[in-house]
């Protein structure tokens, strides 16, 4: 039996001091919108406020928790703090999601409640990008339209990949727009499939189906209303307006109390649809009440100072934040660096690396390299001056989903237990695993655990002879096995059963193969189980990424590379994006952020890399702010 705190007593997890707003803000009672600047601990007030619902029993058993994050790697950080704070028992009733796993999860349970004409079938397939809607639409969509025959010349794919989704369902009668006639005929075929082409969603698709299943049953929104009691909403900046429609038609109305957090300074996923006034929308709609966080505990206060600046020209009305005190008031570096060609530029900042690293013992995980896109061209003279250092590096994007995968990390714990042989941590995690898969409860069936934990030890001795034989040459194949040989071990059935998105069977080869491809990349290079494991994983390997990609991460120190016209070479149209992705870049850095600017660079042109000569005109009023700022111009 579970015994609560009083709410009186209750305090924070791991000794974490809460300014007096975030402390009213976890422990509310109504819907709340939490407006914070970066590194105000958003994610962790959400963590702290899970554990105070479900310790004090706010949250009462059965019921639970629903967080929806945007990314899969922040729903897993979320769902490990949260156990971390709480315990294992408890964090059972907070379920971390991304708004589309959200979404899935209610279409796939529910999908045959679904009116027929928009009912996908039980295997469909996910379509991702525009390409692929392209790609169907001009392979299967061959009925002629009366007045534009060849409409696949005449349209614009990426404007019809937004209209597909632009209202909720059902679709409305067609007009005589070419685009409504195509959007109609497209919908019969991805719901339907049509020849060799199987039912086919994209996660847009799949949310407006989840919001009409909702919207017209009423009895699954009963039941989905009384399984959680709270909902919390992370990156609130960034919901769509088909994110936003399902919620409302999820939770409006209901006794479900809504905690939303983010940061409207933050807001990159415009181009993705993001709502320009989901904050005022929200609290108009769930009659929510508005707490501002002043406190930034990731960063330095010359950092911080930079930040409140920035922060007032991107949104008039931005609240002054204050450092933590942890810092000295004269910490923090921020930089400009000048170069005059990107060779210059990828030889000076290895030697800065290098000496980050060697002189200072930073850990090359706790540096990041950002750029704004293609992070392959604007990183690759770097990476080549690293390779020549010894240094390791690598694209993050690569292995980010990759790493968060439940499947990849049972993989690679079991290897880590076969190569490592000590390394308790991975053995508890396995064997807590294999409880909760084999649904043994902990306290009461010591012997089935003792059992079970015997077995492994057997198959981890297996696997270990198994790893020996593995040549390093083209191990792709053998890798791919040894992963299939974990999985049959574990049960894919019960795995499918704990994680259904598993059941549909090209996703989980796709996953096994990927990962298989990544490992194999590593051993191939180092020929050691162990090390191809930490390379795998990260360790020692310097990131590589878009801001996009760095949103809600941090780091020691933080390189820009190329802060420049070509990287936001659309600026004029975008601007309150491209200022927000600037702050959101310069806000990742808890002690050192660098910017630079090279004379010239090879970037894309057409699909040639050409050098050309970079310029900062269109983002002058950038390098203004930076100067308003103080910040220092170093040339080189
Ligand atoms: N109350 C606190 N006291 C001390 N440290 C904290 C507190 N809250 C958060 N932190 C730490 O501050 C850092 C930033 O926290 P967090 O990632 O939750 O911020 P955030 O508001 O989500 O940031 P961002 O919007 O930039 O992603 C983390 O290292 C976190 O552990």
Redesign the pocket.
Known sequence: MTIFVSPEQWMPADG???EPA?DIAVRSQNNTLIV?G????????LAQRACYLLQTGKCEPPQKILAISFKVDSAENLAKRVEKRCGKELARRFESRTFDSFAKHLLDQFRLAIPIEYRPARDYDIAFSVRDIREIATSYLTERHPTHPNWQYEIDFDELFKKLTRTPLPLKEVNSDIYDWIVIQLWGILIHGKKSLKSTLTFPIISRLAELLLRSNSYITAALRATYSHVFLDEFQDTTFIQYDLLKTAFLGSSAILTAVG?DK?RIMGWAGAMPNAFAQFIHDFNASEIHLERN??SAPRLVEIQNILAKIIRENSVEVSS?DKWKQEDGICQVWTFSDHLQEANYVASKLDELINKQKVPPRDLCILVKQQEHIYAKALLTELEQRGIKARIEKEYQDLLADELIQLCIDALTLAVYLHSPETWQRMISFLVDLNGIEANDEQDQILRMEYQLSEFIETLREKTKQIQTKNCFESIKELNNYILDYIGIEKIIGAFPKYARKRYLTEIIEKGAEKLAESFELYGDWKESIEDFLGFNSIPIMTIHKS??L?YDTVIFLGLEDDAFWSFRNQTDADLCAFFVAL?RAKRQVIFTFSGSREVLRGRQLQTVEQFKIQISSLYQMLEQANVEVISH
């Open positions: 974490l001091i809460l975030a914070a970066p590194g105000a601990g958003k994610t962790e007030l940061d933050q505990h990731r933590s949103k809600g941090e806000s």
